[in-house]
């Protein structure tokens, strides 16, 4: 079967995408990824290129930026591409530079993926990075998961390549003399990746020639094994946690009867980066007084009552969001933080009509604004103590955190909320209360309809 073929039914096989989805394709530039967008575009899926520039091989970098930027004019398709100072983020951050990278490029993917629209983010790992990622997973102690290797699609992250390993990639472009960049430090043992590459796995090839096959075939079993796995998992967890509006609960009193209650909450924590000393930290925490907050690189836990209260920590280095904007008009669409579990998207409509002719529909989401009674610039923000407005409907003013109180909102769902005001008053607690001093009335003739993307 001709590789084309491999790669279409690999794609439907695994329901990855359609023809009709919009892509975009991460590509470095070198065989891996230049392989997989020549076979997008010979297949005719729709994409578009995005490149990273890591600043971290000089002018070697800068060459590949290049190179990429031309494969994009060639396959006539939309090019994104950034710069980052990897080098001194990881400084910033005490990350590796392998981690600072990672974190630093899928931030940017997703940003691109939501202001302009792609369905998947395609990557191109291929069996060999499935093989590798084993291997290190064995030597970091990531537990069951770790031995599943790389997901081919987990939500919009898609890798359609897994199929196929670096050797025929190779071959496919030389026989299609199709040009791509070498990466110099590939060949270097100086990242853990590397070392699996260049030394581990040769030695293993040593005792047995057919180790990276047999590597794919236990990956295979460990995925079934990790279904049943997870069905009991998922089974204990439906019935400790609680989901409401945005907030995640995990009920205590149900919580301490399971055991192995740290293998349990493991997993249930997983998907918010818990690592197993915090675990411990927080099953001792169980006992303790209700306040102690739980740290992972991305979330927080707070030890409340009743509950364990999961919330994005919006300070990590993984999750930096912007919280405050100005706002000169509405002429184009307002998006702030990306990617983010409290990214905003605000979009805006002028309109001339008198009070009685607008059809306004109650919604949390949608702000019907006389235009006249507010005064630009405008600020987006989040709200602080000693905030206080007038809800619509009252003419007395209130406090904001008395608002909250009132509505039962819980000071991690607090932090999430957005304020728009002008240089004078507060215009609307966004997806929450607008200002009566702010409505529109019998005398309105320019109504600003504001909605967000929290319908």
């Not at 472009?173 to 990466?183: E, G, H, S, V």
């Amino acid at each position: 079967m001709e590789i084309e073929d491999q790669f279409i039914n690999y794609i439907t096989q695994n329901q990855l995408f359609s023809q009709k989805d919009r892509l975009l394709a991460t590509v470095s530039g070198g065989a891996d990824s230049v392989f997989l967008v020549t076979l997008l575009k010979k297949i005719n899926f729709n994409f578009a290129i995005a490149h990273v520039n890591f600043q971290l091989r000089d002018e070697d970098s800068n060459q590949d930026q290049i190179f990429v930027q031309n494969l994009a004019t060639k396959l006539q398709v939309n090019f994104y591409t950034t710069n980052f100072n990897t080098t001194e983020y990881a400084q910033q951050t005490g990350d590796s530079i392998e981690m600072a990278a990672r974190h630093l490029r899928y931030k940017w993917f997703d940003e691109i993926k939501i202001m302009h629209n792609y369905d998947y983010i395609l990557t191109a790992h291929h069996a060999d990075d499935n093989v590798e990622t084993y291997l290190l997973n064995i030597i970091r102690g990531t537990g069951l998961r770790g031995i599943q290797g790389i997901a081919n699609k987990r939500q919009y992250i898609v890798r359609p390549i897994l199929f196929t390993n670096k050797e025929e990639i190779l071959t496919y472009l030389q026989l299609n003399n199709i040009d791509y960049r070498t990466d110099l430090s590939n060949f270097e043992n100086n990242y853990h990746r590397n070392k699996i590459r260049n030394i581990i796995i040769p030695e293993m090839q040593k005792i047995n020639s057919a180790v990276k096959n047999n590597i794919l075939k236990n990956i295979k079993i460990n995925n079934e094994v990790q279904q049943i796995y997870n069905e009991a998992i998922n089974s204990k967890q439906q019935k400790c946690f609680i989901y409401e509006a945005n907030e995640i609960k995990i009920k205590i009193s149900k919580l301490i009867k399971l055991s192995p209650l740290k293998t349990y909450l493991f997993e249930f924590l997983k998907p918010y980066n818990f690592n197993y000393q915090t675990i411990e930290d927080i099953i001792s925490g169980l006992q303790e007084k209700s306040g102690k907050i739980f740290l992972s690189e991305s979330h927080k836990i707070l030890r409340d009552r009743e509950f364990l209260l999961i919330k994005e920590n919006i300070q990590s280095p993984i999750n930096q969001s912007i919280n405050e904007l100005i706002i000169n008009n509405f002429d184009n669409q307002i998006i702030l933080n990306p990617g983010l579990t409290d990214a905003l998207i605000l979009n805006a409509n002028l309109i001339d009509i008198t009070a009685d002719k607008l059809n306004i529909q109650s919604a949390k989401h949608l702000a019907y604004i006389d235009f006249h009674k507010i005064k630009f610039p405008l600020r987006l923000r989040k709200w602080r103590h000693g905030d206080f407005f007038y809800p619509i409907g009252m003419n007395k003013r209130k406090k904001i955190s008395d608002f909250f109180s009132d509505n039962k909102i819980s000071s991690f769902e607090k932090e999430k909320i957005w304020i728009l005001e002008d240089d004078q008053k507060i215009i609307w607690i966004i997806n929450h209360r607008l200002d009566n001093r702010v409505k529109i009335t019998a005398t309105t003739t320019k109504c600003l309809i504001l909605q967000t993307n929290n319908e």
